[in-house]
C-alpha cells in the first residue's frame, strides 16, 4: 500500500474538520427570488426593487385618488348648478302661479261687485214728464233719486236731475248722472249754440234712433266746463235734451235713451 501524501500543515486547520466532505453547492434560486446565504454581496436591483414598486403602487393610487375626487366634485357642482336652476324655475312658476290667482280673484271680487251693483239697480223705475210736454218717460236704476227743479205746470222749461243715492245742489255746473230738459223752444233756436261747439271742435255730432225719432247726440266739452254727452230731439213744438255730465255714466246715458218713450 502506498503512503498517501499528507496535506499541507495549517496551523489554523481545526482537526475536527480534517477529512470532512466538501459542501454541497446551493440548489439554484427561483426565478426573481434572492438567493439567501450565499455568501456574496446583494446587488443594487435586488436591494431596491420592492421599495420602487411600492412607490409606483403609491403614485398609481393617488392619481386615482385625485381623479375620482375630480369627477366626484365635478358631478356635485353640477347637481347643485341643476338644482339652482330648478329651483328657480320652480319659484318662477310659483310666482306665476301666485300672480294669476291673484288676478282671477281679483277679477272675480271686481266682476261680483259689478254683478251687484247691477242687481241693486234692478228693478228699474220708470220716469214720468208732464203729460202736456208728451209724456216723456224713460227706465233709470233704483238706486239713483229725482229731483224736479221746474215742473212747467205754469208753461216754460222743465227741469228734472237724476243721480246716483241723491242729486247734487243743482246748476249749470254741477256734475249729476243725468239731467233732463224739455225747452219751451224751437229745435234750430235750441241748438244753435251747439252748432258752434261742433264747429270748434269741442264736441262731435252724430245721429241716433230715440223713441223711434231721430235725435242729435253731442260727445265732448259740453257748454259750461262740462264734458259728456246729450242727446236732443224735436217733440212737438218743444225740445228734449237728455245729458250726461260724466263720461262716468256714459254707459247708463246709453241704456237711458234705449228705454226712452213719449207721446208726440
Known amino acids: 500500500m502506498e503512503n498517501q501524501p499528507l496535506p499541507p500543515n495549517n496551523p489554523n486547520a481545526s482537526p475536527s474538520v480534517v477529512g470532512a466532505a466538501a459542501p454541497e453547492p446551493f440548489a439554484p434560486s427561483a426565478p426573481g427570488s434572492v438567493p439567501l446565504n450565499t455568501g456574496a454581496p446583494l446587488?443594487?436591483?435586488?436591494?431596491?426593487?420592492?421599495?420602487?414598486?411600492?412607490?409606483?403602487y403609491t403614485v398609481i393610487l393617488t392619481i386615482l385618488l385625485i381623479l375620482v375626487s375630480a369627477v366626484?366634485?365635478?358631478?356635485?357642482?353640477?347637481?347643485?348648478?341643476?338644482?339652482?336652476?330648478?329651483?328657480?324655475a320652480r319659484n318662477d312658476v310659483d310666482t306665476?302661479?301666485?300672480?294669476?290667482?291673484?288676478?282671477?280673484?281679483?277679477?272675480?271680487?271686481t266682476k261680483m261687485e259689478e254683478e251687484f251693483a247691477e242687481r241693486e239697480k234692478y228693478p228699474y223705475r220708470n220716469f214720468a214728464g208732464p203729460a202736456d210736454y208728451g209724456s216723456l218717460g224713460f227706465e233709470y236704476p233704483q238706486t239713483w233719486s229725482v229731483y224736479v227743479a221746474k215742473d212747467a205746470i205754469n208753461g216754460g222749461d222743465y227741469e228734472a236731475y237724476l243721480n246716483p243715492v241723491e242729486?247734487?245742489?243743482?246748476?249749470?255746473?254741477t256734475i249729476n248722472a243725468l239731467r233732463v230738459t224739455i225747452k219751451d223752444a224751437a229745435f234750430e233756436t235750441t241748438l244753435r249754440q251747439y252748432e258752434n261747439l261742433v264747429k270748434n271742435g269741442r264736441v262731435t255730432l252724430s245721429t241716433r234712433n230715440v223713441g223711434g225719432t231721430l235725435a242729435n247726440l253731442y260727445i265732448g266739452d259740453l257748454p259750461n266746463g262740462i264734458r259728456g254727452a246729450m242727446a236732443a230731439f224735436k217733440l212737438r213744438d218743444?225740445?228734449?235734451?237728455?245729458?250726461?255730465?260724466?263720461?262716468?255714466?256714459?254707459?247708463?246715458?246709453?241704456k237711458i235713451l234705449d228705454t226712452v218713450t213719449f207721446v208726440n
Request: aromatic share 14%; charged share 15%; proline share 3%.
Open 238 to 254: 218743444k225740445t228734449v235734451m237728455i245729458q250726461t255730465d260724466a263720461e262716468l255714466f256714459i254707459d247708463e246715458f246709453y
Open 96 to 109: 306665476q302661479i301666485d300672480a294669476a290667482v291673484a288676478m282671477a280673484r281679483a277679477e272675480t271680487t
Open 72 to 88: 366626484a366634485i365635478l358631478f356635485v357642482w353640477l347637481y347643485i348648478q341643476k338644482y339652482s336652476e330648478w329651483q328657480t
Open 167 to 173: 242729486v247734487l245742489p243743482v246748476s249749470h255746473s
Open 43 to 56: 446587488s443594487s436591483a435586488h436591494m431596491y426593487a420592492p421599495t420602487t414598486n411600492k412607490k409606483h
